[in-house]
């Protein structure tokens, strides 16, 4: 039976600890891809979150007053996440960690879906290659 892959972004794979999110920001590292700022965290198996890559999403209120154009930036934001975390997934699951991962965005116009989505696509790049580098410096 052929085994299809599954673009989905169910309630496990969404940032909402607390405690998680805090450890986050005080212990995690960022970078940043313009529109975005993201912060992650890398932790062994079990020990931050309960599935091996969970992300949360923010927009700026400074920047964007109503809450109509926050939601729809986290919309796209989250649709193109959605589409491509699967690569990272799964590069995770053969390293047997486990990643938290914080995005803000942080322009200060609506942006549309294809550059939201070209710019996803850099940040999971960049978290691959930061992934990559601790797991060689680790070995």
């Known amino acids: 039976m052929e085994n299809k892959q599954r673009y989905t972004l169910g309630k496990n794979d969404k940032l909402k600890s ?3 999110i805090e450890q986050l920001f005080k212990e995690g590292k960022s970078f940043s891809v313009f529109p975005f700022r993201v912060l992650y965290l890398e932790a062994p198996p079990g020990s931050l979150t309960k599935n091996n890559l969970q992300t949360a999403f923010s927009v700026s209120k400074k920047h964007f007053k109503k809450a109509v ?3 729809r930036i986290k919309r796209l934001i989250r649709e193109a996440w959605r589409l491509q975390k699967n ?3 799964d590069k995770i699951n053969i390293r ?5 991962v914080f995005i803000i965005y942080t322009g200060n116009e609506l942006p549309e879906y294809e550059l939201i ?3 996803i696509t850099a ?3 960049r978290v691959l ?3 990559n580098e601790t797991t060689v410096t680790n070995t």
Request: no cysteine; glycine share 0%.
């Open 87 to 89: 690569i990272l997934s």
């Open 129 to 131: 290659k930061i992934i």
């Open 117 to 119: 989505f070209e710019k």
């Open 69 to 71: 154009d926050r939601n």
């Open 123 to 125: 940040v999971i790049k």
């Open 96 to 100: 047997n960690k486990n990643l938290a």
């Open 18 to 20: 607390r405690k998680a």
